[in-house]
T-cell receptor
Framework: NAGVTQTPKFQVLKTGQSMTLQCAQDMNHEYMSWYRQDPGMGLRLIHYSVGAGITDQGEVPNGYNVSRSTTEDFPLRLLSAAPSQTSVYFC???????????FGSGTRLTVV | ELKVEQNPLFLSMQEGKNYTIYCNYSTTSDRLYWYRQDPGKSLESLFVLLSNGAVKQEGRLMASLDTKARLSTLHITAAVHDLSATYFCAVDINPRGAQKLVFGQGTRLTINP
């Protein structure tokens, strides 16, 4: 049972480039979320989804897009990377009616 | 805007000592979580607190929730080096729907032999 799998683990982008951070879970969880972690700021919610075809914005959605075509996958797209998006990104999932999230191992992104 | 504030943000203590980490939040919620994060690693769930007065214990860690005071505490008893990590509290601001967790800044705990 792999849980929540994120790829890649590390990525360096140039300003203006686009990329997709992948997230997949094999627990059939309805809820999935993306958080970013910056030093001294805890984790902040970017986008979340309550099921296939349903997404919504979190606290810091600007510069990011998401879609959810299947229950298993919830990719996060950076449209035009900026240095302010340098961060560690965590994907998380939870069952409907569950408590708390299971987190992936994270993607460390550096934008230069 | 919901604020979740932890204190202290940094804590250095000796093995065998007791200490408490505090988590204050600014809006009504009856769902609060504690997570542990080791350097370069993901977050590991420690405690789920779902009602006023809830108390959970696991080994040397004990967490409690006072929803009226909007306060949760994480108490460490007779600390050991293996408990060195960063600890986060998180409040669910949408407890009747899709979970939306707001995290505190984290408390970096270092336990010295």
């Amino acid at each position: 049972n792999a849980g929540v799998t994120q790829t890649p683990k590390f990525q360096v982008l140039k300003t203006g480039q686009s990329m997709t951070l992948q997230c997949a879970q094999d627990m059939n969880h309805e809820y999935m979320s993306w958080y970013r972690q910056d030093p001294g700021m805890g984790l902040r919610l970017i986008h979340y989804s309550v099921g296939a075809g349903i997404t919504d914005q979190g606290e810091v959605p600007n510069g990011y897009n998401v879609s959810r075509s299947t229950t298993e996958d919830f990719p996060l797209r950076l449209l035009s990377a900026a240095p302010s998006q340098t961060s560690v990104y965590f994907c998380a999932s939870s069952p409907l009616g569950g408590y708390g999230y299971t987190f992936g191992s994270g993607t460390r992104l550096t934008v230069v | 805007e919901l604020k979740v504030e932890q204190n202290p943000l940094f804590l250095s203590m000796q093995e065998g000592k007791n200490y408490t980490i505090y988590c204050n939040y600014s809006t009504t919620s009856d769902r609060l979580y504690w997570y542990r994060q080791d350097p370069g690693k993901s977050l590991e769930s420690l405690f789920v607190l779902l009602s006023n007065g809830a108390v959970k214990q696991e080994g040397r860690l004990m967490a409690s929730l006072d929803t009226k005071a909007r306060l949760s505490t994480l108490h460490i008893t007779a600390a050991v080096h293996d408990l060195s990590a960063t600890y986060f509290c998180a409040v669910d601001i949408n407890p009747r729907g899709a979970q939306k967790l707001v995290f505190g800044q984290g408390t970096r705990l270092t336990i010295n032999p």
